[in-house]
């Protein structure tokens, strides 16, 4: 009993000295459904970008551009603290401006357009002998662009490879989840070598019956090259062999050849894993299997409501529980016997600090799991395209600031034009309590810290919150005035049951924890 009493004292110390969550190298997931497979026709894309990377957003308009104009390539806007800050943004260089260019929601990751199309994102990194700084394009500067100039998701995707192709690609392996409003592609790009310029590529579409997911490990494979669901650089095999990534002998799967550990890994981690199995339970899909199916049909269609729970996902009450092995003693009464029960200030985002204490006192106590939700999380983004309504109003980019497991969703509209001014201003790197970020993020750390007792209230809230979100939606054409209006209303709705929330954390907490 003396040790699970020490247990939880040294769990409340660190919680309580430890600052910044850490996170590792498993930074954001991204859900795909297609239209058949959704409940209501809607096809989804969707991200959370985790890490200190930007919060503040803004909708960039439209913009018509002089012949011969020429469009800058950035670098370093993903850290900025406002859309003017400049600090550390340098211009790599230029390509030729389209003579149109579509407004578009400028998040770190750009995600969404006025044409219904938008854009997930996931890092798996890829060998480091392909990546080449030299490289015009990141992966962020590759989304601006395609945002601005396409209404489709496959022209989206070849504009992409042709893009880094012809300039280089810069950055490591990425994927993009790239969808409209009648399908949606996994898109996975690395460099093509430390000394050399260009891009190697490849785009499977997603059926429309199925759902997908990536975190963070490339999935692409095929077995038909004539598949015109699949697109591809011409050199995926040309670079593997140069690089020696594959010996050019049997079979060539991309994702086998361009993961970090070639023909040793597997195409997926606990995240897919576990939503894929979410979705198609009746599969049989094992952790033992060396591969998983690219995507799976659901086994009922999917609401928009079980996307954002599985985005909130942080496997408790499951195998992968973190929580389930971090006991305190619960003193022996004549009315309850001794026995143990998880203590008050467990919770499943545990630095890595406040595991390394409790397996010295006791080893084994915590088994780190990378969940969906995580506390390092910056924005995340579930974003909802439908066919059967106007651009304007039919893509609705629901955005979450903080731990998507506690923070509200807010729609954005494509057809916006104008977002609350709270969302203006970053507040990664200092506290503005009246940024968009901290008028979340208070809440919810100040949960955290005992989240065994705060979390029965702090989910009611968010489904709550949620449910008057999607009951508020306008279904049929209106003015950017009336959308933007129901962005912000709802907002300051979100904001006010967060302040509430906070004040009686601060009530509850008042004597300490």
């Given amino acids: 009993m003396k040790r699970y009493f020490l247990l939880a004292a040294a769990l409340l110390l ?84 389209a003579e149109h260019t579509f407004a578009y929601l400028n998040t770190a990751y750009p995600c969404l357009n006025e044409k219904q199309l938008a854009i997930g994102e996931t890092t798996f990194g890829g060998p480091d002998i392909l990546v080449n700084p030299a490289g015009l394009f990141t992966i962020e500067e590759l989304e601006r ?68 997911v990536s975190a963070n490990i490339p999935r692409i494979s095929w077995k038909n090259r004539k598949d015109k669901d699949v697109l591809y650089s011409a050199n995926v095999e040309k670079v593997a062999v140069e690089n020696g990534l594959w010996d050019g002998k049997g079979e060539f799967v991309f994702w086998k050849v361009y993961n970090c550990d070639y023909g040793k890994g597997r195409n997926f981690n606990d995240r897919e894993f576990f939503i894929l199995n979410h979705f198609a339970p009746s599969l049989g899909l094992t952790y033992e299997m060396d591969e998983l199916p690219f995507s799976v049909k659901p086994e009922k269609p999917v609401d928009i409501r079980e996307v954002m729970a599985l ?76 066919s059967w309504l106007p651009d304007s109003v039919g893509g609705v980019c629901w955005l979450s600031l ?67 979100a999607l009951s508020a939606l306008p279904q049929v054409a209106t003015s950017p005035m009336v959308l933007n209006a129901c962005t912000q209303y709802l907002y300051d709705d979100a904001v006010c049951r967060w302040q509430k929330m906070e004040s009686l954390l601060w009530s509850l907490f008042g004597m300490g924890f």
């Fill in 14 to 97: 660190c919680v309580l000295s430890t600052g910044a969550q850490e996170f590792d190298g498993q930074s954001c997931t991204s859900i795909m459904v297609g239209r058949l497979a959704s409940a209501d026709g809607s096809v989804i894309t969707s991200h959370t970008c985790d890490g200190r990377y930007r919060t503040w957003v803004r909708m960039e308009p439209a913009a018509d551009h002089e012949p011969g104009a020429m469009h800058p390539v950035l670098r370093g806007t993903m850290k900025t603290v406002s859309p003017d800050d400049t600090t550390g943004v340098k211009l790599i260089g230029e390509i030729p401006e």
């Fill in 145 to 212: 662009i395609a945002l601005q100039r396409c209404s489709s998701a496959r022209d989206a995707v070849l504009l992409m490879g042709s893009l880094a192709e012809t300039y280089g690609y810069g950055d490591a392996g990425e994927c993009l989840t790239v969808a409209d409003k009648n399908e949606v592609w996994q898109f996975e790009i690395l460099g093509v070598g430390k000394e050399k310029i260009g891009a190697v590529w490849a785009a499977r579409r997603v059926p429309d019956d199925h759902i997908a």
């Fill in 311 to 386: 985005f909130r996902e942080t496997y408790e009450g499951t195998a992968f529980d973190m929580t389930r092995k971090v006991l305190m003693a619960r003193p022996q009464t004549k009315e309850h016997p001794a026995d143990t029960v998880v203590s008050p200030v467990a919770n499943p985002w545990l630095t890595t600090t406040m595991r390394n204490t409790l397996n010295t006192i006791a080893p084994g106590t915590v088994e780190f799991r990378r969940t969906v939700a995580v506390a390092w999380c910056a924005y995340s983004h579930i974003t909802q395209l439908r």
């Fill in 402 to 468: 903080d731990n998507p497991a506690q923070s509200p969703r807010i729609p954005i509209f494509c057809g916006a034009t104008k977002l609350p001014e709270a969302y203006e201003r970053c507040g990664q790197k200092e506290y503005i309590p009246d940024c968009a970020l901290w008028q979340f993020r208070r809440a919810n750390k100040l949960a955290t810290l005992a989240w065994q007792r705060t979390k029965e209230q702090f989910n009611k809230e968010v489904i709550e919150q949620e449910e008057f």
